[in-house]
Protein backbone atom coordinates (compact mmCIF):
# COMPACT_ATOMS: atom_id res chain seq x y z
CA UNK A 1 0.00 0.00 0.00
CA UNK A 2 1.04 3.83 -0.56
CA UNK A 3 -0.08 7.07 1.12
CA UNK A 4 0.64 10.70 0.21
CA UNK A 5 0.37 11.48 4.06
CA UNK A 6 -1.13 15.37 4.27
CA UNK A 7 0.20 17.83 6.68
CA UNK A 8 -3.62 18.06 8.45
CA UNK A 9 -2.99 14.42 9.45
CA UNK A 10 0.63 14.99 11.61
CA UNK A 11 -0.79 18.51 12.63
CA UNK A 12 -3.92 17.10 14.64
CA UNK A 13 -1.97 14.26 16.15
CA UNK A 14 0.31 17.07 18.27
CA UNK A 15 -3.25 18.84 18.98
CA UNK A 16 -5.34 16.89 21.57
CA UNK A 17 -8.08 19.42 21.04
CA UNK A 18 -8.30 19.26 17.13
CA UNK A 19 -10.83 17.07 15.14
CA UNK A 20 -9.66 14.04 14.15
CA UNK A 21 -6.50 14.36 17.06
CA UNK A 22 -7.37 10.39 17.79
CA UNK A 23 -7.95 9.78 14.00
CA UNK A 24 -4.80 11.08 13.10
CA UNK A 25 -2.74 9.77 16.47
CA UNK A 26 -3.83 6.08 15.74
CA UNK A 27 -3.12 6.52 11.81
CA UNK A 28 0.28 7.47 12.34
CA UNK A 29 0.81 4.57 14.74
CA UNK A 30 -0.76 2.20 12.81
CA UNK A 31 1.84 3.67 9.22
CA UNK A 32 4.54 2.91 11.41
CA UNK A 33 4.10 -0.36 12.25
CA UNK A 34 2.99 -1.11 8.51
CA UNK A 35 6.05 0.39 6.93
CA UNK A 36 8.58 -1.18 9.39
CA UNK A 37 7.16 -4.58 8.35
CA UNK A 38 7.13 -3.74 4.36
CA UNK A 39 3.37 -3.57 4.19
CA UNK A 40 3.48 0.13 3.12
CA UNK A 41 5.21 3.23 2.09
CA UNK A 42 4.43 6.36 3.14
CA UNK A 43 4.99 9.78 0.84
CA UNK A 44 4.79 13.02 0.33
CA UNK A 45 5.60 16.06 -1.21
CA UNK A 46 8.67 17.99 0.43
CA UNK A 47 6.08 20.81 1.55
CA UNK A 48 5.21 18.08 4.29
CA UNK A 49 8.43 18.73 6.35
CA UNK A 50 7.71 22.13 5.95
CA UNK A 51 4.10 22.67 7.25
CA UNK A 52 4.91 20.23 10.02
CA UNK A 53 7.56 21.68 11.49
CA UNK A 54 6.25 25.44 11.63
CA UNK A 55 3.33 23.55 13.65
CA UNK A 56 5.56 21.96 15.93
CA UNK A 57 7.07 25.54 16.54
CA UNK A 58 4.50 27.39 16.89
CA UNK A 59 3.15 24.69 19.37
CA UNK A 60 6.19 25.19 21.60
CA UNK A 61 6.13 28.76 21.16
CA UNK A 62 2.29 28.51 22.73
CA UNK A 63 3.11 26.24 25.87
CA UNK A 64 6.36 29.18 26.53
CA UNK A 65 8.65 27.23 28.11
CA UNK A 66 6.44 23.57 28.67
CA UNK A 67 8.72 20.83 27.63
CA UNK A 68 8.12 19.79 23.27
CA UNK A 69 6.28 17.27 22.33
CA UNK A 70 8.32 14.51 20.29
CA UNK A 71 7.96 15.28 16.18
CA UNK A 72 4.56 14.28 14.44
CA UNK A 73 6.62 12.51 12.01
CA UNK A 74 9.33 11.03 14.25
CA UNK A 75 10.27 7.08 13.55
CA UNK A 76 8.50 7.39 10.29
CA UNK A 77 9.71 6.93 6.95
CA UNK A 78 8.41 9.35 4.66
CA UNK A 79 9.57 8.88 0.97
CA UNK A 80 9.73 12.68 -0.68
CA UNK A 81 8.06 12.99 -4.23
CA UNK A 82 8.90 15.86 -6.12
CA UNK A 83 8.20 17.12 -9.88
CA UNK A 84 11.44 16.23 -11.90
CA UNK A 85 10.63 19.20 -14.37
CA UNK A 86 7.65 21.41 -14.93
CA UNK A 87 6.28 19.47 -17.76
CA UNK A 88 5.29 16.76 -15.07
CA UNK A 89 3.30 19.60 -13.68
CA UNK A 90 1.79 21.46 -16.46
CA UNK A 91 0.79 17.78 -17.55
CA UNK A 92 -1.24 17.11 -14.25
CA UNK A 93 -2.56 20.26 -14.13
CA UNK A 94 -4.34 19.67 -17.49
CA UNK A 95 -5.64 16.08 -16.50
CA UNK A 96 -7.25 17.98 -13.48
CA UNK A 97 -8.97 20.73 -14.92
CA UNK A 98 -10.06 18.15 -17.39
CA UNK A 99 -11.25 15.90 -14.61
CA UNK A 100 -13.18 18.16 -13.32
CA UNK A 101 -15.51 18.62 -16.58
CA UNK A 102 -16.18 22.80 -15.33
CA UNK A 103 -16.26 22.49 -11.49
CA UNK A 104 -13.28 24.84 -9.79
CA UNK A 105 -10.21 22.98 -10.52
CA UNK A 106 -7.80 24.41 -8.51
CA UNK A 107 -7.07 23.96 -5.12
CA UNK A 108 -5.03 25.71 -3.35
CA UNK A 109 -1.45 25.13 -4.60
CA UNK A 110 -0.41 23.48 -1.39
CA UNK A 111 -3.05 21.07 -1.89
CA UNK A 112 -2.22 20.05 -5.29
CA UNK A 113 1.38 19.20 -4.38
CA UNK A 114 -0.22 16.64 -2.36
CA UNK A 115 -2.51 15.50 -5.30
CA UNK A 116 0.50 15.61 -7.60
CA UNK A 117 2.14 13.48 -5.28
CA UNK A 118 -0.51 10.91 -4.99
CA UNK A 119 -1.15 10.87 -8.80
CA UNK A 120 2.54 10.16 -9.63
CA UNK A 121 2.79 7.36 -7.05
CA UNK A 122 -0.47 6.12 -7.34
CA UNK A 123 -1.01 6.42 -4.04
CA UNK A 124 -3.87 7.12 -1.79
CA UNK A 125 -4.00 11.11 -0.14
CA UNK A 126 -4.41 10.34 3.69
CA UNK A 127 -6.05 13.70 4.77
CA UNK A 128 -8.70 15.37 7.63
CA UNK A 129 -8.74 18.30 5.27
CA UNK A 130 -11.87 18.66 3.62
CA UNK A 131 -10.85 20.83 0.99
CA UNK A 132 -9.09 17.67 -0.30
CA UNK A 133 -11.52 15.28 0.38
CA UNK A 134 -13.60 16.62 -1.94
CA UNK A 135 -11.14 15.42 -4.81
CA UNK A 136 -11.73 11.40 -4.17
CA UNK A 137 -11.61 9.46 -7.65
CA UNK A 138 -10.78 12.74 -9.74
CA UNK A 139 -6.79 11.91 -10.30
CA UNK A 140 -6.47 9.63 -6.87
CA UNK A 141 -8.02 8.29 -4.79
CA UNK A 142 -8.23 10.95 -0.91
CA UNK A 143 -9.34 8.90 1.90
CA UNK A 144 -9.34 10.07 6.10
CA UNK A 145 -6.72 8.45 8.53
CA UNK A 146 -9.58 6.29 10.13
CA UNK A 147 -10.59 5.01 6.61
CA UNK A 148 -6.85 4.51 5.51
CA UNK A 149 -6.15 0.19 4.88
CA UNK A 150 -2.89 -0.04 5.95
CA UNK A 151 -2.35 -3.73 5.09
Given at each position: ?34 V ?60 L ?27 T ?6 G ?5 G ?5 T ?8
Open positions: MRFVLDSSVAIASMKPAEPGHADALAFLERARAAAAGAARVLAPPELWLEVYVAEQRLAASRRGAPATASALGGLAVELVAPADEGAVVEFLALTKRMRGRRPFANATDLVYLWAAHRTDAVVTLDELLKYHVVCDVRPQHARLA
